[in-house]
C-alpha cells in the first residue's frame, strides 16, 4: 500500500472528502494555521504546520527541503495538494524525489486559467464552461500531465464564490476517486 501525504493550505473539505473514502492518509501538513489541521487532528492522523513567510525573506529552497524530510519521515510514496498554496523549487521534482508523485487540483480545465485567480479569470473571460483539472505537479506552475477534467456550466448569475463552491462539489468526488484507483 501507498503512504500518502496531503498538503492543504485552507478549509480542509477537500481534505474531510479523501478522509471518507478510507485513503491511505499518513501524513497533513499545511503551510499555515487552518481548519485542515483540525480535521487531521480529530481524525488521529499525524500532521504537521510547516509555516511559510509571505514576500521578503522567504527561502523557498529550504521549505522545499523541509517538506522531502517530512515525506521521507513517514515514508509518503504519494502526495496530495488540496488547496495547497506554496510553490516547490525544483529539488522536489528531481528524479531521485517527488518526480510524477504529486497531485495536485485546479479550478479551471487546463491548461486555460493557470494561477490563483482562475475562477475570477474565467467569469471576466466570459467562459460559459469550466471546471477542475486533477494533474501531475511540476516545476512549472500550473503545466504538469493532465490526469482526469471534469467540466462545470457557468451560470449568467456565478460570482466568483458560487461558481467556486460548484467546483468544489466536483473536486471532492473527482479527485478522491482518482486517487483511490491510483493506489
Known amino acids: 500500500m501507498v503512504n500518502l501525504a496531503v498538503l492543504a493550505s485552507g478549509t480542509g473539505s477537500l481534505f474531510a472528502a479523501m478522509l471518507e473514502q478510507k485513503l491511505p492518509i499518513r501524513l497533513m501538513v499545511t503551510d499555515r494555521p487552518c481548519r485542515a489541521l483540525e480535521i487531521a487532528d480529530e481524525a488521529g492522523l499525524p500532521h504537521v504546520l510547516l509555516p511559510r513567510r509571505f514576500g521578503k525573506g522567504f527561502d523557498r529552497d529550504a521549505y522545499t527541503r523541509e517538506m522531502l524530510a517530512l515525506f521521507r519521515e513517514h515514508h ?101 476517486a482518482l486517487l483511490k484507483t491510483l493506489i
Open 76 to 176: 509518503i510514496g504519494l502526495v496530495a495538494m488540496a488547496g495547497f498554496m506554496t510553490v516547490f523549487t525544483p529539488r522536489m521534482f528531481a528524479e531521485d524525489a517527488y518526480r510524477l508523485k504529486i497531485l495536485n487540483t485546479h479550478p479551471s480545465l487546463l491548461p486555460s486559467f493557470k494561477g490563483d485567480h482562475a475562477v475570477k479569470d474565467a467569469i471576466v473571460y466570459g467562459v460559459k464552461t469550466s471546471g477542475c483539472t486533477i494533474h501531475w505537479t511540476t516545476e512549472e506552475l500550473d503545466a504538469g500531465p493532465i490526469i482526469a477534467q471534469e467540466s462545470v456550466k457557468v451560470l449568467p448569475s456565478d460570482t466568483v464564490e458560487s461558481l467556486h463552491e460548484r467546483i468544489k462539489e466536483v473536486e471532492r468526488q473527482l479527485y478522491p
